[in-house]
């Protein structure tokens, strides 16, 4: 599979970093870059020379990318920040290839003039050695994995060096013409070499008897590229006839053959912990992925875990950790390993069956299945693919692309001679056939059909007990639920079979919006991973996520005693994360619609876990449910309001504070006609109340004098508000304490002084219209008016320690003055009077405007719609009231306002706000 592909110039050489996703790629033109294989992106660009880079490696330790040109020179750069950290001149001709040492400050250089040489950089990049007697160019070294000490070198003189000294220990000769290409063979303990010539064959050698074990031949032209992958059991090679071939390192079989159109090959790379290799081009650079990433491991059901590391089998007891081990999420379990075996196959599948007794392991074209404690041979032969049944005495093989086998009690029952190619099967309660565009499920017991799914399946997962299955496609991950007795009675009776099996075998239960890369039941919940390293788990079709890892994690199996959840990485290394199974339990009975049973679990989840529960049951619509269980008083105040249960919701407000909260209570309480609970939530303290319904009476009566007078004051009437005396104990309590307008920091009459309103305020400078009505301001706090300029009131509200009016306003005699000043300061100059000056009048012809005091949290008055909402649903004019204001030549705005001036002057009520607005009648001009 492709996973990166770029078009360039001719690509010499090619790298890939071991934790970045980088490939380096030394062009024929001289540049080098480094490409994101994952994003697809130029990473970095260094314009090296003018001549060919033939080679560059990473030498991630130091954050370095060093290459070598046809200029002889070696050049080395921070890939960082590309500055450049050494440039000498190393031979004294074209330099075909480097190594980098695996651990000493090492690198060794070949060149066209016959030379190897080997450098220090911690000496200052000392030249230390010079390994003379090839007699035509040096194409290639490499150090040995297994002995670093000791390199190989091929030469176009056709021999393969292999040097521990200053002379080489051995060399290999059969080639017919110049070797390009060398490396030495990773996995296990054979002494082999593999080596690509001019002649278009690749030789495997025995360095230690010399001796050529394998020729392969397939290649049309020049060899250029070898390499022993570290991770899979492949021999790859490379040539200039354009095509990548890989060889199973064992039977030196041909498994695969690369041809991107991209012209000549000449250089493949490869890295340990993964299966990906490099490719560079006469066209580009290539990256592809061969294999299956996911670690070739099983998991019993009593915690004992075996792997694969190439042909050697491994175990680890996760019991053996005891209980008084505390293990925290995502940390490598410190487990000892155990050798158990070795496998004779490469193994590509490895899995237990379900009673954990045995092991199935298949690779290489064979099955072994080997008893899980001593690691003793069971049984075996040909298979392309294995799978066990739920029963562990049963099993299938796939023995070519048409014919899968059944066996039982390990004897061969049946035979599937399939009419379509088979690419895979899968074990489980059916036995799943795959192939490119859908999956068979037979039975196993008679190998009838029992459902044809068209869909591109990757993997299948089944639940213990048979009831679930999980099928993994390219994109999704689609949970299905299996009726076992609808497929037997619907084969048994022949009724609702068509070609493609029992419809009502199957039904969708959910879906997961990404491929799963790993996954395991829990009960009904499927546990999985995903590509993006996040390991969730779904129950029906809600997905929680349960940690982000910091790499690719493979699940490996469940606990329950312990509750983790225990999965594998590339490395072998074993980590936990919790899964409370009471959690999946209850989610799993909310869904099968058994709220109650779902209740009756609850002592035994934990109190942290109760708010992820309460949002469950919301998004499942059991509100009454979520209301018992939630914790977070944000939800449980969003529930209330859902349930409309209004007195919670503002015994719950109260304890919040939360202006935003009180908002919402208004608007609920408004929707559902409670005027009551609306009149508590929007002036947001409740003692402020009274005051508000006075103005509300004083404004309905002009319109409406019988619905003014039905409105009941809460001052008057505590009777009428249910929990009243409760909402006032839930302010002292928020907001210290509370009474009449005096405590409010808003005097009536002679407590004006201690509101911040001088008695005087209004007068000479305010000319003849009424003094400001000064709005309720916050707890203690006076408002700061002054009679002179804005300027003025604001610094009366400094000096009180207290906050300006929120419409701070600007008098003076003429309307210029009044509003270059007004806008000087961001406040309104609208509703100015003249202060007895000739060209305005002795007369006002408006009121003195309202100020109001800043809305600290809690706000205390209405906004304007607000206030025009209530009084519309409590003040409406009947029909009648509107015919008779109509033959007036009268409209319901003419009657609103608070004492809106005639055409003398002020009306008898024009001025009259000493209940409402804290200003006695002294504080007036006649």
Not at 766 to 788: D, E, F, K, R, T
Request: proline residues 4%; charged residues 25%; aromatic residues 8%.
């Amino acid at each position: 599979m492709n996973v990166f592909s770029q078009r360039s110039e001719r690509v010499k050489g090619v790298d890939i970093h071991p934790t970045e996703p980088w490939i380096l790629a030394s062009l024929y033109n001289g540049n080098v870059y480094i490409w994101n294989y994952v994003e697809g992106a130029l990473v970095k660009s260094f314009e090296i020379t003018d001549l060919p880079v033939r080679t560059a490696k990473f030498i991630p330790r130091k954050q370095w990318m060093v290459c070598g040109a046809d200029d002889m020179h070696v050049r080395v750069y921070n890939y960082n920040t590309m500055d450049k950290v050494k440039q000498f001149e190393a031979h004294t001709d074209y330099i075909r290839h480097l190594a980098v040492h695996p651990t000493l400050p090492y690198l060794l250089t070949c060149s066209d003039d016959m030379l190897i040489k080997l450098w220090d950089w911690e000496k200052g990049w000392v030249n230390t050695q010079v390994f003379e007697g090839h007699s035509h160019y040096v194409m290639h070294v490499v150090f040995n994995p297994k002995d670093p000490n000791t390199f190989a070198s091929a030469s176009l003189d056709r021999t393969v060096w292999g040097i521990g000294s200053h002379m080489p220990n051995f060399t290999l000769e059969g080639h017919e013409k110049g070797v390009n290409c060398v490396d030495y063979y990773t996995g296990g303990d054979r002494p082999y070499l593999a080596s690509g010539a001019d002649d278009r064959l690749v030789k495997v050698w025995d360095y230690q008897t010399k001796a050529c074990i394998q020729t392969l031949d397939g290649h049309a032209h020049n060899i250029t590229a070898v390499g022993f992958h570290p991770e899979l059991p492949l021999l790859l090679t490379g040539s200039e006839d354009g095509s990548v071939k890989a060889w199973h390192s064992t039977t030196y079989r041909l498994e695969h053959s690369l041809d991107h159109g991209m012209e000549r090959v000449w250089a493949v790379a490869y890295t340990r912990g993964s299966n990906s290799i490099a490719i560079g081009y006469d066209e580009g650079c290539v990256m592809v992925k061969l294999g299956r990433d996911e670690p070739v491991a099983s998991m019993d059901a009593g915690g004992k875990v075996v792997w694969a590391r190439h042909n050697e089998i491994q175990t680890v007891n996760i019991k053996s950790l005891g209980d008084a081990h505390e293990e925290k999420d995502g940390e490598r379990l410190p487990l000892a390993v155990k050798d158990l075996g070795s496998s004779e196959q490469y193994p590509q599948y490895l899995a237990h069956s379900p009673n954990g007794r045995f092991v199935a392991v298949c690779g290489d074209g064979e099955y072994v299945i080997y008893t899980a404690l001593a690691w003793r041979n069971k049984a075996f032969g040909a298979a392309l693919d294995f799978a066990w049944s739920d029963d562990s005495n049963t099993f299938a093989i796939r023995e070519s692309s048409t014919v899968v086998k059944i066996f039982r009690n390990f004897k061969e029952a049946q035979t599937l001679r399939l009419p379509y190619s088979a690419e895979g099967i899968h074990g489980g309660s059916l036995l799943g056939v795959r192939t490119p565009d859908a999956i068979t499920f037979y039975d196993w017991a008679g190998g009838a059909v029992v459902r044809r799914i068209e869909a591109e399946v990757r993997a299948v997962h089944w639940s213990e007990g048979g009831a679930g299955v999980a099928l993994v496609g390219p994109a999704a991950t689609h949970i299905l639920e299996y009726s076992r007795e609808a497929a037997e009675a619907a084969l048994a009776s022949g009724e609702g079979v068509d070609e493609d099996g029992v419809e009502s075998a199957f039904e969708l239960v959910g879906e997961i919006g990404e491929p799963a890369t790993s996954a395991v039941w829990v009960g009904d919940c499927l546990a999985f991973t995903t590509s993006s390293w996040r390991i969730a788990y779904a129950v029906g079709g809600e997905t929680t996520t349960l940690a982000h890892a910091d790499r690719p994690l493979y699940l490996l199996g469940y606990l329950a005693a312990a509750g983790r959840l225990y999965a594998v990485d590339r490395a072998g290394a074993v980590v936990a994360y919790t899964l409370l199974l009471p959690v999946v339990e209850f989610k799993t009975r909310v869904l099968r619609g058994d709220v109650d049973g779902a209740r009756a679990l609850l002592p035994t989840v934990p109190e942290a876990e109760h708010a992820a529960l309460a949002r469950f049951l919301e998004a499942r619509g059991h509100l009454e449910a979520a209301a018992e269980v939630a914790t977070d008083p944000a939800h449980r105040f969003d529930l209330a309001l859902a349930l409309g249960r209004l007195d919670s919701a503002a015994a719950l407000a109260a304890e919040s504070g939360s202006a935003l909260a009180w908002r919402a209570l208004g608007e609920a309480a408004l929707a559902a006609g409670d005027l009551g609970a609306a009149l508590l939530a929007r002036t947001y303290r409740p003692s402020r109340a009274g005051e508000v319904v006075v103005r509300w009476q004083a404004d309905l009566a002009r319109a409406n004098p019988k619905a003014a007078e039905a409105l009941a004051n809460p001052d008057d009437y505590p009777n009428l508000f249910p929990g009243w005396s409760e909402a006032l104990e839930a302010e002292r309590a928020v907001y210290g304490a509370v009474g009449a307008g005096e405590e409010q920091g808003v005097g009536m009459g002679a407590g004006a002084e201690e509101a911040g309103v001088d008695e005087g305020a209004d007068s000479e400078e305010a000319g003849a219209g009424a003094a400001p009505a000064v709005g309720a301001a916050a707890v203690g706090s006076a408002i700061g008016l002054a009679s002179g300029p804005i300027r003025g009131a604001k610094e009366a509200a400094a000096s009180n320690g207290a906050p300006a009016a929120g419409q701070a306003y600007a008098f003076h005699d003429d309307p210029a003055s009044a509003e270059e000043e007004a806008e000087a300061f961001g406040t309104e100059a609208e509703g100015f009077v003249g202060g007895g000056s000739a060209d305005w009048g002795e007369e006002p012809e408006a009121e003195a405007p309202v100020v109001e005091a800043p809305a600290l949290a809690p706000a205390v008055r209405l906004a304007p719609e607000e206030e025009d909402e209530l009084s519309a649903a409590l003040g409406a004019l009947t029909p009648d009231e509107e015919a008779l204001l109509a033959e007036e030549g009268l409209d319901d705005e003419d009657l609103a306002g608070f004492g809106d001036a005639d055409e003398d002057g002020l009306d008898e009520g024009a001025g009259d706000f000493s209940d409402d607005w804290g200003l006695d009648e002294g504080a007036k001009r006649d």
